[in-house]
């Protein structure tokens, strides 16, 4: 007979990893655990003989990646006796932020460049009721912002420079080894701030070292791979940038909080940075939901955008087995989306059965 257990979060799962204690209280919307799909079709497609995995964490629960990172920090913010966090946002950030300090019955402020957010992230942080703050600047700016103000407010800081967040996310790591049975090859990445690559390689590294876990650890780490939005790509320019444009708000950012970390990521895995123009980033997004069925976020398809790059030219060898995180729901920008779609703009019919009918067969 099956035995039924319940998963409640990252934090429970994964406690003696993470820096809790019995009494902690842990904030928890049930993150994590989400979905590693193997692409059937677009393998099929580009002709190479490549295992490419999606760990899609548009399924948490406001939709990102960043619910790992936010569970555990808010989670420490509460046993801090903290009343308040604050962050600044590209919108998942302050989603997440938003959501957790419900859960936990504190107050959320979110900085967000004004405009430059997408609807969807708006919407999500408006509903949690967080005092959102837009700023008539970018992202760099509402985080310089950030880190001065709380020398003056009694307020927690949840952007990825708290260590916590690191921790939470780093067990995407564990989950994609514990299901595999081992690291993949390769790890393709979209790089905004950078905490989430610095996350995955503690997650992949802490993994690698252990000798008696439960899980069957290959000793091996992956290739960690960042890609980056060419509007918005301090990484491969080898210096931050000020004015950085893409169409991925998310990854719209010009000083990367962790450089160094990254950096050394870079090097101690054996990987590399690169970007992609928006257009190339946009039709991995496409190809991702008409050959795959899975929708996310412009800023997330960067990670294929580069994962088929580095295939096409052989730095990812044939033989390979590959994770792409997908680190944002499609849902999240549905302007993009739309905005995409124009020519398959849906067909308006007269609600008839001849003209139903017809437009069904006219499209067999
Ligand atoms: C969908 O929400 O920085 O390299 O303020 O939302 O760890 O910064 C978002 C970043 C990738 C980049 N994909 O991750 C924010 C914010 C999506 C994102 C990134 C972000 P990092």
């Known amino acids: 007979m099956a035995t039924h257990t319940r998963y409640t979060g990252l934090i429970e799962h994964y406690r003696d990893r993470l820096p809790v204690s019995d009494s902690t209280r842990i904030i928890s919307l049930g993150e994590g655990n989400t ?13 190479k003989n490549v295992k490419i995995y999606i760990k899609y964490e548009g399924l948490n629960p406001t939709g990102s990646f960043k619910d790992r990172g936010m569970s555990m920090a808010v989670t420490k913010a509460v046993e801090d006796g903290s009343q308040a966090i604050i962050c600044a946002s590209t919108g998942n950030t302050s989603a997440a932020a938003a959501a957790y300090a419900v859960r936990a019955g504190i107050r959320a402020f979110v900085l967000i460049p004004e405009g430059k957010i997408a609807q969807g992230k708006l919407a999500q942080t408006l509903m949690y009721g967080a005092e959102i703050i837009q700023i008539r600047g970018n992202f760099d700016e509402g985080m310089s912002l950030v880190k001065q103000v709380i020398d003056h407010a009694p307020v927690t800081i949840v952007n990825s420079i708290n260590p916590f967040r690191i921790e939470g996310q780093k067990t995407a790591a564990f989950e994609i080894v514990d299901e595999l049975g081992r690291a993949p090859d390769f790890h393709c990445l979209p790089v905004g701030n950078a905490g989430n690559i610095t996350a995955y390689w503690k997650g ?35 210096k931050m940038i000020d004015n950085p444009e893409t ?37 991995a997004q496409k ?14 398809a960067t990670s294929l955008a580069g994962a088929l790059n580095d295939i096409a030219t052989g730095k990812i060898p044939e033989g390979s087995t590959i994770v792409c995180t997908l680190t944002g729901n499609g849902l999240k920008d549905p302007d993009t989306a739309i905005q995409q779609c124009t020519e398959t703009h849906p067909v308006s019919v007269d609600a008839s059965l001849d003209a139903v009918k017809k437009a069904i067969l006219d499209n067999m």
């Open 287 to 300: 190809m991702l939901s008409a050959y795959e069925g899975i929708f996310c976020e412009p800023a997330s």
């Open 204 to 238: 992949y590294s802490e993994y690698a070292k252990e000798t008696n876990g439960i899980a069957a650890v290959s000793s091996n780490t992956p290739v960690m791979c960042g890609y980056q939005a060419a509007g918005a790509a301090p990484f491969t320019a080898g």
């Open 247 to 283: 169409i991925a708000t998310a990854i719209r950012i010009g000083h990367p909080q962790s450089w160094d970390l990254a950096w050394n990521v870079q090097k101690e895995s054996g990987g590399w940075f690169d970007s992609f123009s928006d257009e190339k980033i946009l039709a």
């Open 35 to 47: 979905p590693l799909i193997e692409l059937h079709n677009i393998p099929k497609l580009i002709g």
